[in-house]
């Protein structure tokens, strides 16, 4: 039953996260982004803050000052800001694609940074999921477009934090780290402001998207922590790939979106090597517990 519960939990920050994207670049077309994501950053930190008070943590322990702590909050603010580039200036389901590279691209950093061990399954699964990025992304033909290079770089930060926070020590609590990363993309609001500036025509009736956006984003981050929480990880990770049918959904709906067959066959490669990525990652976890 938790297994299920945990799924349920996945699916639902998954559409969320998807909405809190979404959301984002509706507003772009009438509010300066950099003003949305500051004014959000500053009230979620509020909101993270006052939470991880209420179960007693501390925001600022010695922990806090850990080298992989202060890494990942930047790379918190690299990926935020990129991310908001991103899905301002491409499609949804475009940007979710590509973000689904994370797994993969996590495990070759492991390689690379951390000098893991990695069989021939999972170096040809690497090699298909950027296969399937390249596919996407197109850089060679006559319609590419350069704004999904940003995507790309927008999940290389995701994957850097992601395996960055592997080195997390025990003690930093998840609340804790979590209002730490939030008040660390604060920066990203100004630095949006400064490269996008504003809309030629301000929309003030927006702002109601400000409050949805932060219960859009803390809901994700709650639903996201407890379902790790309540299923086996084996279980509940494969369902992240949910993200992608949800902005591929609301894409077509709200923002006339129609993503191309070649989009397709790269985003099938994309998610079907991160799932086989995952699939091998947990068979190799399991061995080892079992002959520890």
């Not at 590509?98 to 690379?112: C, E, S």
């Not at 859009?216 to 949910?242: E, H, K, M, W």
Request: with cysteine.
């Amino acid at each position: 039953m938790e297994n299920v519960r945990g799924i349920a939990l996945m699916i639902l920050a998954m559409a969320t996260f998807t909405s809190f994207d979404a959301l984002v670049k509706y507003t772009a077309t009438g509010l300066p982004t950099g003003l949305v994501i500051l004014t959000y950053s500053v009230l979620a930190s509020l909101v993270f803050f006052a939470l991880t008070k209420t179960k007693g943590e501390a925001i600022f322990s010695k922990n806090a000052r850990h080298p992989a702590v202060i890494g990942r909050c930047v790379l918190e603010l690299l990926t935020s800001m990129t991310v908001v580039i991103a899905v301002t200036r491409i499609d949804l389901s475009v940007l979710a694609a590509v973000l689904q590279a994370t797994p993969i691209t996590m495990t070759l950093g492991a390689v690379i940074l951390f000098g893991e061990k990695v069989g021939w399954r999972r170096w040809s699964m690497i090699l298909l999921g950027f296969t399937g990025i390249l596919i996407i992304v197109r850089p060679f033909g006559a319609d590419f477009d350069a704004n999904v290079l940003i995507a790309f770089v927008a999940m290389l930060f995701q994957a850097m934090r992601d395996l960055l926070s592997r080195r997390v020590p025990q003690t930093i609590g998840n609340l804790q780290l979590a209002t730490l990363g939030t008040m660390a993309t604060l920066p990203s609001g100004f630095i949006l402001l400064a490269l996008n500036g504003s809309p030629e025509t301000l929309d003030l009736t927006l702002i109601w998207s400000i409050p949805v956006l932060l219960v859009l984003g803390t809901v994700g981050y709650l639903c996201i922590t407890a379902s790790v929480r309540l299923g086996d990880v084996s279980v509940v990770l494969p369902f992240r790939y949910t993200r992608l049918i949800f902005a591929i959904a609301i894409g077509m709906v709200f923002f006339a979106e129609r993503p191309d067959l070649w989009t397709w066959i790269g985003a099938t490669l994309v998610v079907g090597s991160g799932l086989y990525t995952l699939y091998r990652e947990m068979q190799v976890s399991r061995a080892v517990r079992h002959d520890n």
